[in-house]
């Protein structure tokens, strides 16, 4: 496996195939380590350089891999070897982990989502590895650090001592929880997911995988939600090509 960090453009990423990711929860959870398990898209290099939470979350992470063939075609251009086997998403690589889990009795939680849509998920995964736990609470609580609804999750988490934390809350909120509660999640692997949960419930419109191996799976996703994502697919490229610029300004200087 290779573990080298692979950085351009302000960000690092590992060129993990889906294998090694399974192979880190196995690693985390054999030698009771703590591993925050991260990944970079062509939304999160826009947030890494204007949000600060955003910043420290990469900072503190163990491991970062690939989740949008936007990041592969722009390590390529920095002479990186990425190709599209590095490209992981969810909807890629977590039923090799679930499969996993159920086989070795590892447990999930689960925090984020609106009120049902992860129970609704969570039959789902069970249904197809009978066995599996995997425990879910919504994402619509107050996160700030010490409010009460936080740290009754944290305690949630704690007595169920999972091995596997999985947030879907969304970026920057999501990577704000994982810095501000990271001492006090006791777990092996941290995943910051996004709307996995939405797509397996089946609440939001899932991309054929052939797009997202051809690098059109955002297509899908703005025409399927426009008002919500017309801003990170049409504008937010707009300040990438602004940093390719500068960088190859400072090649040439």
Known sequence: MDRKFYSFLGIKVNAFVKEDLVTLVDEAVSNNEKYIIGNHNLHSLYLFHHDKNMQEFYQIATYIHVDGMSIVWLGKLFGHPLTPKNRLTSLDWLELVLEKCAKENLRIFSLGSKPGVGEKAANIFRSKFPGLQFKVQHGYFDASKNSMENQ?????????????????????????????????????????????????????????????????????????????????????????????FKANISRKQ
């Open 152 to 244: 009754a999750i944290l305690k949630q988490i704690k007595d169920y001592r999972p091995h596997i934390v999985m947030l879907g809350m969304g970026m920057p909120r999501q990577e704000k929880w994982i810095v501000d509660n990271f001492n006090e999640i006791e777990a092996n692997n941290i995943w910051n997911l996004g709307a996995f949960m939405d797509y397996y419930a089946r609440e939001v419109p899932t991309p054929p995988r052939w797009m997202g191996a051809i690098g059109l799976e955002w297509l899908y996703r703005l025409l399927s939600e426009p008002k919500r994502l017309w801003k990170r697919y049409i504008i937010e490229p707009m300040f990438v090509i602004k940093l390719l």
